[in-house]
């Protein structure tokens, strides 16, 4: 079982920089992918940026790219993700969740539905 704890959400300025962390827990499998999603209301929920834990190569959707960096420290069982020049369409649910299973292939897949544990979610607002 493993348990997923995001913090680091807040209003703030479209411009501004924000660090989510997702705090992990439990038995978390080896090169296990961990991801970051976002829901606004009335969307759907869509991929962040992703990373496998056990090589660290990271993927990004196009829309944050050269904006957010996720990262990880194995030592505290943390990823973050960095977020700079917010702007009002990063308003939304942050989520954090992790795979039960390795990457093998080192990829992650930007689609929820493959990721099995989440947490609660932490809430990002930019105001204009």
């Known amino acids: 079982q493993v348990h997923l704890a995001e913090s680091g959400g807040d209003s703030i300025q479209t411009g501004g920089s924000l660090r989510l962390s997702c705090a992990v827990s439990?038995?978390?499998?080896?090169?296990?992918?961990v991801g970051w999603f976002r829901q606004a209301p009335g969307k759907e929920r869509e991929g962040v940026a992703r990373?496998?834990?056990?090589?660290?190569?990271?993927y990004y959707d196009g829309s944050v790219r050269g904006r957010f960096t996720i990262s990880q420290d194995n030592a505290k069982r943390t990823v973050y993700l960095q977020m700079t020049s917010l702007k009002p369409e990063d308003t939304a649910m942050y989520y954090c969740?992790?795979?039960?299973?390795?990457?093998?292939?080192?990829?992650?897949?930007?689609?929820?539905?493959?990721?099995?544990?989440w947490g609660q979610g932490t809430q990002v607002t930019v105001s204009t």
């Open positions: 969740a992790a795979t039960d299973w390795r990457s093998t292939a080192g990829y992650c897949a930007t689609a929820p539905s493959p990721y099995n544990y």
């Open positions: 439990g038995n978390t499998a080896s090169s296990a992918c």
């Open positions: 990373i496998n834990t056990g090589g660290g190569g990271t």
